[in-house]
Nanobody, 124 residues
C-alpha cells in the first residue's frame, strides 16, 4: 500500500496560481503511475492530470491543458501540480492517487491508493 499526503491548497483569486504537492510513502516502488483528480460539490470525481514516475508519460484533461503542469521528483517521492490561470470552475477538493500501470489513467476506479485531498477555492 502507498500512503499519499496532499498539500498546497488554499484560496486564490481568479487568474492566480497554486502548486499542489503529493508526498508518497510506503510501497512507492509498486506504484509507477500517479494521478490528480478533483471533486466539486455535487459532482463526480474527475480526472485532472497523470504522470509516470519516470516523467515520460504525461496526460491532462482538456479542461486544464495549457494551464496546469504535472511533474514528479523521484528523489523526494513527490508529485506536483502547478496550476496557473485558475478559474472559479477549478474550485474543488483535489486528490492525489497512485496505481501500478498507466492504462485507463483517466478512470478513478483503477487507482487503489488515494490521499485525503486538499481544498482549492478560486474566487471570481
Amino acid at each position: 500500500q502507498v500512503q499519499l499526503v496532499e498539500s498546497g491548497g488554499g484560496l486564490v483569486q481568479a487568474g492566480g496560481s497554486l502548486r499542489l504537492s503529493c508526498a508518497a510513502s510506503g510501497r512507492t516502488f509498486s506504484s509507477t503511475f500517479m494521478g490528480w483528480f478533483r471533486q466539486a460539490p455535487g459532482r463526480e470525481r474527475e480526472f485532472v492530470a497523470a504522470i509516470s514516475w519516470s516523467g515520460i508519460l504525461i496526460y491532462y484533461a482538456d479542461s486544464v491543458k495549457g494551464r496546469f503542469t504535472i511533474s514528479s521528483d523521484n528523489a523526494k517521492s513527490t508529485v506536483y501540480l502547478q496550476m496557473n490561470g485558475l478559474k472559479p470552475e477549478d474550485t474543488a477538493v483535489y486528490y492525489c492517487a497512485a496505481k501500478t500501470y498507466s492504462g485507463s489513467y483517466y478512470l478513478k476506479d483503477t487507482y487503489p491508493d488515494w490521499g485525503q485531498g486538499t481544498q482549492v477555492t478560486v474566487s471570481s
